[in-house]
Nanobody, 124 residues
């Protein structure tokens, strides 16, 4: 059974930091891209960052470039270090794993597996 479980969300003041983690199990994710998406109330789910199977290539949305860092390890874990958080970063953050794509991808349809989401709230 494929499972992605996010953790690390919470309430933080603007300018603060959080690290999100995603534990993957049930299949070999190490050969495929993984990513973080977010969805704010009333908005569509959008890409935040994506990372290749090796971790050697990454993509960041313009809104988080320079503040967020995506990484992964051989133990099937995915991370998102979020610094200099802003109120507009408030959203539910989702971990996702691709099934056939090895390079970073911004297309939600390329991701076959999703976590349940973790809430990040940034107060002003």
């Amino acid at each position: 059974q494929v499972q992605l479980v996010e953790s690390g969300g919470g309430l933080v003041q603007a300018g603060g930091s959080l690290m999100l983690s995603c534990a993957a199990s049930g299949r070999p994710f190490s050969n495929y891209a993984m990513g973080w998406f977010r969805q704010a109330p009333g908005n569509e789910r959008v890409i935040v960052a994506s990372i290749s199977w090796s971790g050697g290539s990454t993509y960041y949305a313009d809104s988080v470039k320079g503040r967020f860092t995506i990484s992964r390890d051989n133990a099937k874990n995915l991370y998102l270090q979020m610094n200099s958080l802003k109120p507009e970063d408030t959203a539910v953050y989702y971990c996702a794993a691709a099934r056939t794509i090895a390079s970073p991808t911004v297309v939600a349809g390329d991701y076959a597996y999703w976590g349940q989401g973790t809430q990040v709230t940034v107060s002003s």
